[in-house]
C-alpha cells in the first residue's frame, strides 16, 4: 500500500462538502487476503498480537447470524496492526482533517455475517444511523476521522456504507444518535427522528459507498452514516480505523467517562486537558 498518495484539491473539496470521501485502491489482493484470514484468526481467539483487544461483542459459540465487533483488534494480531498504523492511511487522514498530525484513536474490526431472517433486523447485521463522535466526547473536539477498509468489492447487497452528504455541518445532536444508534435496526424510525432535527434548510438523502476491494472510505468523525443488511450469501469482513487529530485532549464528562480511551487515560494517571498519546494512540502521521 502507497504512503505517498498525494491527495488532488478536488478531494479535500469533496470531503468539506459531503463529509465522506473515498479513495482510489489502497490496497492490492494479497495484502486483502491477509486481512481476512487475520481476522478469522481474531475471531477464533487466535492471538499473536500479545495484547488483549479492549472489548468483544462475539466469541466462538455465540450466535453467528450477529453482528460481531471487536475493538483494537490491532493489539492481538499483528497482521491488522501493520494496517492499523500504516502512514499511508494516517497522511490521506491528515489532508482531509486538515490536520498537522494524527494518531490512533482506536480500532474496530468488523463482521457483518449474511442475512437470516427475511424482514431485516438485528440477526441481519443492520447498522444503526450514527455520528461516531457520539461516542467520542471524551474527546474535546470532532477533529476525528474513521477509514473503513472493507476485505472485499461492496455495495448494496453486502449492506455497504451508507452516508447523509453534508451531516457534518449539522453539528452534535442528540435526536441524530437515537433508537438505539450503532446498534438499532429501524432506519425508518432514525430517520424520523433526525428529519426532525435537522437545521433548517438541510436535507436528507443518503448516498450508498459502493466500493472495490482495495479502496478506503473516510468519513468525519460528525458524518451520519448507517448500512444495511447483508443479503450477499456471504460475510462482509472490514475493519474501521478512528483516528484523531494530535490537538485532541482528553475531557472527563460524566457520559463519556467509561469509553475505552478515557479509560486508558484514567489508568495512565493522565489528567484531563492532556493529549491521547503513547503506546495506546500511536501516530500514523507524520
Avoid at 93 to 110: K, Y
Avoid at 126 to 137: A, K, T
Avoid at 241 to 250: D, E, I, M, P, V
Wanted: glycine residues 10%; charged residues 20%.
Amino acid at each position: 500500500m502507497t504512503a505517498t498518495l498525494q491527495l488532488e484539491a478536488d478531494a479535500r473539496a469533496f470531503f468539506e462538502a459531503n463529509g465522506f470521501w473515498i479513495s482510489p485502491p489502497l490496497l492490492d489482493p494479497v495484502e486483502l487476503a491477509a486481512l481476512a484470514a487475520a481476522q478469522d484468526r481474531v475471531h477464533a481467539g487466535d492471538y499473536d498480537g500479545g495484547g488483549q483487544p479492549a472489548y468483544r461483542s462475539w466469541n466462538p459459540g455465540d450466535d453467528p447470524a450477529a453482528l460481531r465487533k471487536i475493538d483494537n483488534a490491532h493489539v492481538v494480531s499483528e497482521t491488522l496492526g501493520q494496517l492499523v498504523r500504516h502512514r499511508g492511511i494516517g497522511r490521506i487522514a491528515a489532508e482531509l482533517l486538515g490536520a498537522a498530525s494524527v494518531r490512533l484513536w482506536h480500532d474496530q474490526l468488523l463482521y457483518k455475517p449474511p442475512s437470516t431472517g427475511p424482514n431485516g433486523g438485528p440477526t441481519e447485521g443492520i447498522v444503526g444511523w450514527h455520528q461516531d463522535y457520539g461516542y467520542w466526547q471524551c474527546s474535546d473536539r470532532p477533529a476525528m476521522i474513521t477509514a473503513w477498509v472493507p476485505f472485499h468489492d461492496v455495495d448494496e447487497t453486502t449492506g455497504a456504507l451508507l452516508f447523509a452528504p453534508g451531516s457534518h455541518r449539522w453539528g452534535l445532536r442528540d435526536e441524530f444518535n437515537t433508537a438505539g444508534a450503532f446498534f438499532g435496526s429501524d432506519h425508518d424510525a432514525q430517520r424520523r427522528a433526525i428529519e426532525a432535527a435537522m437545521p433548517p434548510g438541510a436535507v436528507f438523502a443518503p448516498a450508498t459507498a459502493a466500493m472495490s476491494a482495495g479502496q478506503v472510505s473516510f468519513h468525519h468523525a460528525l458524518t451520519l452514516h448507517a448500512s444495511g443488511p447483508n443479503r450477499s450469501g456471504r460475510p462482509r469482513r472490514s475493519i474501521a480505523l478512528h483516528l484523531q487529530s494530535g490537538a485532541c485532549r482528553w475531557q472527563s464528562l460524566p457520559h463519556a467517562d467509561e469509553h475505552l480511551c478515557a479509560r486508558a487515560m484514567k489508568r495512565l494517571g493522565r489528567q484531563p486537558g492532556t493529549p491521547f498519546e503513547g503506546d495506546p494512540w500511536p501516530t500514523l502521521w507524520p
